[in-house]
């Protein structure tokens, strides 16, 4: 029996982070079409209810800028140097293609469901 | 917060060097935002329990610098570190085996330069079977840790058990090495200086080195060659420089750390002597004593142990040339590593 579980509940932990993969990258692209440092988009993103482990959204907006889908830039806010993102334009042109896709699926799985 | 900066080092440590010191500083920014707010909120800073607990949330350092680096498919993140340290460590011991058994059968078995040379052909296979045997169990390992969750405990594989207490020390001293306090440094000192009073002793007195065994070698039938004389003059003078530097050290107040600078002038400085003997006219090092010859053993075969002893300085030679190269390449590293650091 508790070997069932502990393979029942990987399996879920597995499927539920490639489930969310996707929708982080789609929720982050879309909060930065304004302007964030990694600690804030963390709070906004959470606070629509959409929390995000620190190991996880930092190294993103790594990649996503590796990517050429966000710009960034060190600058001073309340004394202190931060990091901050935005959509590029090579962005916001995935970002829309993204959200196409999303509402697709999104659209078809209620169909289905 | 302490624990904070010894948590991020402990991330850095993992992370690539040429992205260290920025993803450091951009995660060093949102860390102390976050931290700022919490104690906002709570009206007072975080106590040692409470920042524990955050931090441990964060991840481990070796998980969080994972996330930074490229998918790796063989090996996951968690176990990665690991498996970095191992194989560096089975190469390590691999290579030291390896030296070790052609050195002794190149002295058992009578081999010349020629054979060392063909078995050095070797060497790069042993290196890449140790590398397939490391990878090879850890690409099991991860692959069991992840299909078979129930045969390999979940804290080997996820190091939920870790705890930031016991993340490294901050250095105090940015400088590397290790402190000594005054009373070391002048001890070494004066153990320093009774060495070479010692050395200077044994041309004259050469019963202070060899005790009872100077009488028979003065009347042996073998003598040293005049290479070994200014081997030992080498030998005098590099201890003579030391002693100097130790002493301008005490002299300034400057004993706690040995500079990168010495340290690095005291290896090369021990790459001369033994260089010196490589230069041994006809690579001699014993010769018969003419005044003794009629005492010589008929079955000493002298050139054959002038050979042995040329091979143990060639190997003495690549060690201590290895080992000037890896100095130069730490100090290097370490001065990049603070180049790099951020605030700087």
Not at chain 1, 18 to 27: I, P, V
Not at chain 2, 111 to 122: C, D, V
Not at chain 2, 214 to 227: C, G, K, M, P, V
Not at chain 2, 280 to 293: K, M, R, S
């Amino acid at each position: 029996m508790g070997y069932s579980m502990t393979v029942a509940e990987n399996m879920f932990e597995n499927l539920r982070l490639e489930l969310r993969r996707g929708c982080l990258t789609l929720a982050v692209l879309a909060q930065l079409r304004q302007e964030h440092y990694g600690y804030t988009l963390r709070k906004a993103l959470t606070e629509r209810g959409l929390a995000i482990d620190e190991s996880t959204l930092y190294p993103l907006l790594r990649r996503l800028e590796t990517q050429g889908l966000l710009t960034s830039e060190w600058r001073e806010e309340e004394k202190r140097n931060k990091r901050f993102y935005r959509l590029s334009a090579d962005g916001e042109t995935m970002f829309t293609q993204l959200l196409d896709e999303w509402n697709a699926i999104n659209a078809s799985l209620y169909k289905i469901l | 917060m302490e624990l904070l900066d010894r948590y991020l080092l402990a991330v850095r440590k993992h992370l690539p060097l040429a992205r260290q010191a920025d993803i450091v500083a951009e995660l060093r920014a949102n860390l102390e935002a976050q931290l700022e707010e919490q104690e906002s909120e709570l009206g007072r800073p975080l106590t040692e329990g409470e920042a524990i607990d955050w931090l441990k949330r964060l991840g481990s350092p070796t998980e969080m610098a994972a996330k930074y680096q490229p998918l790796r498919y063989l090996i996951g993140p968690t176990i990665f570190p690991t498996y970095w340290m191992i194989l560096r460590l089975a190469v390590l011991w691999a290579s030291v085996a390896w030296a070790v058994a052609t050195v002794v059968r190149m002295i058992t078995e009578g081999h010349g330069p020629e054979w060392l040379a063909q078995a050095l052909w070797s060497y790069p296979g042993v290196l890449a079977a140790t590398v397939a045997w490391v990878t090879g169990a850890f690409a099991a390992f991860e692959y069991v840790a992840v299909h078979y969750p129930n045969i390999i405990p979940g804290n080997l594989t996820h190091s939920s058990a870790w705890s930031p207490t016991s993340l490294p020390r901050l250095e105090k001293d940015d400088r590397p090495g290790k402190r000594r306090t005054f009373a070391t440094a002048v001890a070494e000192f004066v153990a320093e200086f009774a060495l070479i009073i010692w050395l200077l002793l044994i041309p004259r007195y050469p019963v202070v080195l060899m005790g009872p065994g100077a009488i028979y070698l003065e009347h042996s039938a073998i003598r040293l060659t005049h290479i070994s004389v200014e081997f030992f003059w080498v030998i005098v003078v590099f201890n003579v420089v030391q002693l100097a530097w130790h002493g301008y050290n005490l002299l300034s107040g400057n004993w706690a750390v040995k500079g990168v600078l010495q340290k690095l002038a005291a290896k090369a400085m021990g790459v001369v002597p033994v260089l010196l003997l490589l230069t041994a006219p006809g690579h001699v090092f014993l010769e018969v004593n003419p005044d003794e010859a009629a005492r010589m053993p008929a079955d000493l075969d002298l050139a054959m142990l002038n050979h042995y002893l040329f091979t143990s300085v060639i190997v003495l030679s690549f060690i201590v040339t290895i080992q000037l190269v890896l100095e130069i390449w730490k100090v290097g590293m370490g001065g990049y590593r603070r180049g790099m650091a951020p605030g700087r």
